[in-house]
């Protein structure tokens, strides 16, 4: 317990201290900026299309009316669209980070077009864990006191997420990254509970999304086990 409340303090700064660099490091902005710029233009076009395709076939005011619900779940989603549409242009930031955070470098065997097939199966794997993880929060959720549980597993995930980027372009698998985030419990704890508000929260949510990754760089930083 003793060590479980400054830990617990130490991951809620986190994300404090990363929106914190990214103000300070003109040369992120760019990256934090592009994957939201990609993902607007691609609402953007997939929108007009669609309204497109909806003239010749509704009355005008049934398409807009139409079009409008679709923005609106659009918006509401925007977050989850944006982390598959431009993933890799987050990874890219990540890797600028760890450059002025300055983590270990990554393994000369986990670098190059040769590492790519199997960071990439990592990474769909560390998905299906997440929704694994997501799902069984989502059916505590509905249990008294259990339901305190499904806290913790949700802002322990949200962690997971974003310290992956770091994590995978090193090789690390998906139960070596849950062992080395049990093994640090409480500052993942108090990054993901920081994170979970403004995540929640459609539009302010692609905004965090910068923050939250360079958080995931920080954390890996402490990381108990080195990589």
Known sequence: MLRFIPEFFSGCVIPFRALSLLIRSPRLWFWAALPTLVTATAYFLLFREFLEWLKPLLPVWVTYSLGGIVLLVGIFFFTTASTLIAGPLYDLLSERAENLIQLPPVP???????????HLSI???????ALLGY??????????????????????????QFVSYAQTRRGIGPLQAVRLLLADWPRAFGMGL??????????????????????????????????
């Open 108 to 118: 000369a065997n986990e670098q190059g077009l040769q590492a790519w097939p199997r």
């Open 123 to 129: 990474d769909l794997v560390k998905s299906f864990f």
């Open 135 to 160: 799902a069984l929060s989502l059916a505590f959720s509905w249990v008294p006191i259990l339901n305190l549980f499904s806290v913790l597993i949700s802002c322990l995930l949200i962690t997971y």
């Open 194 to 227: 920081v994170l979970a508000f403004p995540l929640a929260i459609p539009i302010v949510s692609f905004f965090v999304l910068p923050t939250a990754i360079v958080s995931g760089v920080m954390f890996s930083k402490r990381c108990p086990t080195p990589f």
